[in-house]
C-alpha cells in the first residue's frame, strides 16, 4: 500500500496527505513519538483517551458500531504508521530513480537518514519530501 492508498484507504478520502491526518490527530490530543525505535501512539488532551481515540476514528468512519470496549485504535494506528513511513520511504526513493531503499534490519530513522544520504549526493530534494524525511528524523 502506498502513501496515498493509506490515506484513501484509512480515511474514505477525508485527508488528502499525511500531514493532514496528523493534524485531525491532534484536535483529537492524538499524536506519534519514536521512543527506542518504535512508534508510539500519545495522547495530550482532555479527557479519556479511549473515547477521544474513537472520536478520531469515527472522523474517517462514522458508521462504525464500534465502541469504546471494542475498538483498539492504538495498535492499529501504530501499525499503520510504522507501514506509511516504510513505504513513504521507499516512494520517496523511487521517485529520485533509486532502487527502494527500506531496510527491515534499520530502524526507521537509520533508513530515513540513508535515504537522506543518498538523495542529497545527486538530487535536488523536493520540499514535500524533505518534509516527511525531516519528520521520520525528529521522531
Do not use: W
Not at 17 to 42: L, P, T, W
Not at 61 to 75: A, K, M, N, Q, R
Amino acid at each position: 500500500m502506498n502513501s496515498n492508498n493509506f490515506i484513501s484507504n484509512f480515511t474514505h478520502g477525508t485527508c488528502r496527505s499525511f500531514i493532514e491526518f496528523q493534524v485531525i490527530a491532534k484536535r483529537y490530543g492524538i499524536y506519534f513519538e519514536k521512543i527506542n525505535n518504535e512508534i508510539v501512539v500519545c495522547y495530550d488532551g482532555e479527557g479519556d483517551p479511549k473515547v477521544q481515540a474513537l472520536e478520531f476514528y469515527k472522523v474517517f468512519y462514522p458508521e462504525t458500531d464500534l465502541t469504546v470496549d471494542s475498538f483498539d485504535l492504538i495498535s492499529n494506528i501504530q501499525q499503520f504508521h510504522f507501514r506509511f513511513l516504510k513505504e513513504k520511504i521507499n516512494e520517496i526513493s523511487q521517485k529520485y530513480s533509486l532502487p527502494p531503499i527500506y531496510n527491515q534490519s534499520m530502524s526507521l530513522k537509520d533508513n530515513g537518514l540513508s535515504l537522506l544520504n543518498a538523495l542529497k549526493l545527486r538530487n535536488i530534494i523536493l520540499k514535500e519530501d524533505m518534509d516527511i524525511i525531516k519528520y521520520i528524523l525528529n521522531l
